[in-house]
């Protein structure tokens, strides 16, 4: 079992930027698909932007591409997201999850669109964008 911290969150306006960050402990070794969903209240959570940490491959919702930039750090165990441009419909809970160990990136990228197959989940931090 891996556990998830996620921190970073906050109240911006729109146009401003906020970087979240899922530090991960236990037995992260076998996990190696991290990703970034999101809830907006009365919506469905939905997967933003993830990373297939053992070759590199990134995934990113069409919403946000060329606004959001997941990266990590191996030696933190941690994953950040890097938001900029943020706009108010980017409001809503944030969590960050993990799957493992997956065969390839193609595998990965398949869960963090659909959604499905996230194996460890943090309790979530709050985006808030105000126009």
């Known amino acids: 079992e891996v556990g998830l911290v996620e921190s970073g969150g906050g109240s911006v306006q729109t146009g401003g930027s906020l970087r979240l960050s899922c530090a991960a402990s236990?037995?992260?070794?076998?996990?190696?698909?991290v990703g970034w969903f999101r809830q907006a209240p009365g919506k469905e959570r939905e997967g933003v932007a993830g990373i297939y940490t053992h070759g590199g491959s990134t995934y990113y919702a069409d919403s946000v591409k060329d606004r959001f930039t997941i990266s990590q750090d191996n030696a933190k165990d941690t994953v950040y997201l890097q938001m900029n441009s943020l706009k108010p419909e980017d409001t809503g809970m944030y969590y960050c999850?993990?799957?493992?160990?997956?065969?390839?990136?193609?595998?990965?990228?398949?869960?963090?669109?659909?959604?499905?197959?996230?194996?460890?989940w943090g309790k979530g931090t709050l985006v808030t964008i105000s126009s």
């Open positions: 999850a993990a799957a493992g160990w997956l065969a390839g990136g193609e595998v990965c990228l398949a869960r963090l669109q659909g959604n499905y197959g996230m194996d460890d």
């Open positions: 236990g037995y992260t070794y076998n996990r190696n698909c």
